[in-house]
């Protein structure tokens, strides 16, 4: 019977395959995302190399602030990969499809195990190691590291990422025995959630900016100091830290470089041994169908039932947010998405400009046009996860309006309002209490909000009708829907259309602004260039929302290919 | 070759299987009917060894699932009602993948999926990917992975679901011809008229229990009547159709 590496064989031939037959757009958003990973990488190394370069200039200091770092960045990646493993072995030990393949075969059990667990490092640890490798390098480049460094990093690497994903999987196991997998499912949704928004709220409210400041150098000890803890030795992060440092100055440190390996072998075994024992148990469970949540919405109806709707509009409209409540992947993403937002404001209360009050008005003022930037990439992002996909979302039940007296121009209306009325109220929102906080001038503070309002029409429709012109119904979920040709290029338009909006109306704010604080008058001129400006900003705004939404209409009348 | 002995299966509260023994020896064909959700699927997934039975016992070619599952699983060629195949790799990837799985390697691998291609009249589709395939080609391509390692046990649930007259009739032949040389075979169908046609027995289950068990002519005689077709004998003794209801307008 097959070696488990056999069992890997499909990913690499369906990668092959397609790189073979590549579709169109697939090049470009290659491109686009191997740029941004890129830059994202530049980033990530230019920030480690300038850090380790001045951390150099402090002798004994800066070493040790240089040690505790490496095991600190390890720590954030530990936790990561800890909880990234529990939910890819959710997905590839019980609910990936080709496993009632794999599982009807006489495939012996250790060594199905063994090929899904290498499935789940690599998919859990991607990622990490994509973040890692040029902070690594970074910090290698800036102490002129020899090449047993980078040697030492992968050999490091390697079962740093196994520790913590093999306790994941373990994880992902108990919970399955207890929890039906699909259960499971919702309950690691809900918890990666809370995980990730406490991140990141922990991560703004620890406030880093205070590094940067000069005269807060001296806490510096004390601030790492306060990362580190009792058990932080006992941990791998810890160990990867050491071997790290160490390797980085010529030394080799055997003892935490072993009790890496040694660690990861001894719970992979582990994890093998309770998969025999418990593995089919719980794969059996995933079979088993789950439960409807939010079955009875009654207040639901009866809230749609009194909005000024048609009955096809409101029959949609109550299909739409109960499909949506149910899907945990979808809100959870979205409650996601609003605790970034409560950082974002955050930061702006935060924001100290009367420190230099001879600027703190201009300043404030370039701040609200970069907000309203901020706003407009928000809202591309938000539309092309969740207004992107709405024709997308119908699926392999598109038939259903495909076969009914529907009007497919009232479908995709519907589809427009129903995406609008969220996205309005968020960027809308957004966008009036960060100037509120910024203390702005009020002509920018009505600039604004009306601009947002425009561009969430723009948007909205850009999103809806690019989305039914470019459908995925095959697709599995709305993530894949975002990602794809169609969703690449709507970024693109997206992010140029609020490159333009913001153009139109910078300048002529500008220039409000300058003669106001000079206290010169506008001439006739100026004023009828203002005008053009901002008539030019709503012509492009309404000419995107109808023109794609008519281009939308068209393509869903025009669809003569039954959804896949 | 197949052995069920009284296999339960609860889900939850809710007993989806009750108390199921069956055997099918080699060469017989046996059908498995039953209304919808009467626990047909569940009973042909715990054999394929998908599902995990609450209790009892399953043997295949001598080997019990639950001790020996890989030996089990070696002589066992499984058709699903929704079958997975990898979209991305083209039909003759995935017959050469599955033929690994089930430890057939060596030059005659070749030759085999060319045989089994070529009997399901999919030839022509070796090198295209799955993903473009209509469900029918699918079924057939599950089919040649199934028949693929000769096995001596085959499960089969719904068959003809999606497939084209022509298709039907080439399943039923290859059918035929398998047990002829000796294969056993469990088939779970809604049609009735194949069931009559191609079983040799055929058990009748509802609500997760088998309520008759026989060749055609025992179960009409079951049934206490005369007729002719199979489907008269299989709703008296499920039930009845239902279709009143609408003829007295109460649907």
């Known amino acids: 019977m097959p070696a488990f590496p056999y069992l890997l064989l499909p990913i690499v031939w369906a990668s092959r395959n397609r790189i073979r037959r590549s579709e169109r757009g697939d090049f470009v958003r290659a491109l686009m995302f191997a740029l941004i990973a890129l830059a994202v990488c530049a980033a990530l190394y230019s920030g480690a190399f300038w850090l380790t370069r001045q951390l150099a200039g402090y002798e004994e200091l800066g070493d040790y602030l240089l040690r505790i770092g490496l095991s600190w960045v390890f720590l954030t990646f530990l936790s990561f990969l800890a909880f990234s493993g529990v939910v890819t072995a959710l997905s590839t030990f019980f609910l990936s499809d080709d496993l009632r393949l794999l599982v009807v075969a006489p495939v012996a059990g250790r060594r199905l195990f063994h090929a899904r667990f290498a499935r789940t490092v690599s998919q859990a640890s991607w990622m990490a190691v994509v973040f890692l490798a040029p902070v690594l390098i970074g910090v290698g480049a800036a102490r002129s590291a020899p090449a047993a460094f980078y040697v030492t990093a992968v050999l490091t690497l390697v079962p740093f990422a196994i520790i913590p994903v093999a306790l994941g999987t373990g994880v992902t196991l108990a919970l399955v025995s207890v929890f039906p997998a699909r259960r499971a499912r919702d309950i690691l949704m809900l918890m990666g959630l809370l995980f990730a928004a406490s991140l990141v709220l922990l991560l703004r409210f620890l406030q880093p900016e205070q590094l940067v400041r000069v005269e807060s150098l001296p806490d510096l000890t004390g601030f790492f100091a306060t990362l580190q803890s009792p058990i932080t030795p006992l941990l791998p992060s810890f160990w990867a830290g050491e071997t790290l440092f160490a390797s980085l100055q010529g030394r080799s440190d055997a003892l935490h470089g072993a009790a890496l390996w040694t660690t990861a072998l001894g719970t992979t075994v582990l994890l093998r041994m309770a998969n025999e024992r418990w593995y089919f148990s719980g794969f059996s469970k995933a079979q088993e169908a789950r439960k409807a949540r939010f079955t009875k919405l009654s207040a639901l109806d009866r809230i749609v039932g009194v909005l000024p709707l048609s009955g096809l509009q409101r029959h949609l409209l109550v299909k739409d947010i109960k499909v949506f409540l149910r899907d945990v992947s979808q809100w959870s993403q979205l409650l996601l998405l609003l605790a970034l937002v409560l950082v974002y404001m955050y930061n702006f209360r935060v924001l100290d400009l009367d420190r230099i009050p001879y600027m703190s008005s201009v300043i404030k003022n370039v701040y609200a046009f970069v907000n309203l930037a901020m706003a407009g990439l928000v809202m591309a992002t938000v539309t092309v996860r969740f207004v992107f996909p709405a024709v997308s979302a119908e699926g392999a039940a598109f038939w259903i309006v495909r076969s009914a007296p529907v009007p497919l121009r009232d479908f995709l209306w519907s589809k427009f309002w129903i995406g609008l009325v969220p996205v309005l109220l968020l960027t809308e929102g957004l966008t009036i209490a960060c100037n509120e906080l910024l203390g702005v001038d009020p002509f920018f503070k009505v600039v604004a909000a009306v601009a947002i309002a425009f561009m969430s029409f723009a948007m909205v429709g850009l999103a809806t009708g690019l989305g039914a012109r470019y459908p995925r119904f095959g697709a599995d979920n709305a993530s894949q829907v975002a990602g794809s040709y169609g969703g690449v290029a709507f970024m693109i338009v997206a992010v140029l259309y609020v490159m333009m909006i913001i153009a139109l109306i910078a300048w002529p704010s500008s220039l409000y602004l300058w003669h106001r604080l000079r206290a010169m008058p506008l001439t006739l001129t100026q004023q009828t260039l203002m005008a053009a400006c901002f008539l030019a900003a709503v012509a492009v705004s309404v000419a995107t929302w109808w023109l794609s939404m008519r281009a939308g209409v068209r393509a869903l009348q025009q669809l003569d290919r039954a959804p896949a | ?251």
């Open chain 2, 1 to 251: 070759m197949l052995e069920t002995h009284n296999i339960v299966k609860t889900f939850g509260g809710f007993t989806a299987v009750n108390d199921v023994s069956l055997a099918v020896p080699a060469g017989e064909i046996h059908g498995f009917l039953g209304p919808n959700g009467a626990g047909k699927t569940t009973m042909i997934r715990m054999i394929a060894g998908l599902l995990k039975p609450t209790s009892g016992q399953i043997i295949v070619n001598g080997h019990d699932m639950a001790v020996d599952p890989e030996t089990a699983k070696a002589s066992l060629g499984f058709i699903p009602d929704r079958p997975f195949i990898y979209e991305k790799l083209t039909a003759g990837e995935f017959l050469r993948f599955h033929a690994g799985l089930y430890g057939l390697d060596g030059n005659g691998v070749g030759t085999r999926i060319e045989e089994m291609l070529a009997l399901f009249e999919l030839t022509r589709w070796e090198h295209e990917l799955v993903e473009s395939f209509s469900h029918g080609m699918k079924q057939r391509l599950v089919m040649s992975a199934a028949f693929l390692h000769r096995p001596q046990a085959i499960l089969v649930d719904e068959p003809m679901v999606g497939l084209d007259p022509r298709g039907a009739r080439l399943i039923k032949e290859v059918f035929r011809r398998m047990s002829a040389r000796g294969a056993a075979i469990l088939m779970s169908t809604h049609t009735l008229e194949v069931a009559q046609e191609m079983c040799d027995r055929i058990s009748i289950i509802v609500r997760g229990q088998i309520i008759a068990r026989g060749t055609v002519d025992e179960l009409r005689g079951l049934a206490g009547g005369q007729d002719e077709q199979l489907t008269p004998v299989f709703l008296k003794l499920t039930g009845g159709t239902g279709l009143q209801e609408i003829d007295d307008g109460t649907v």
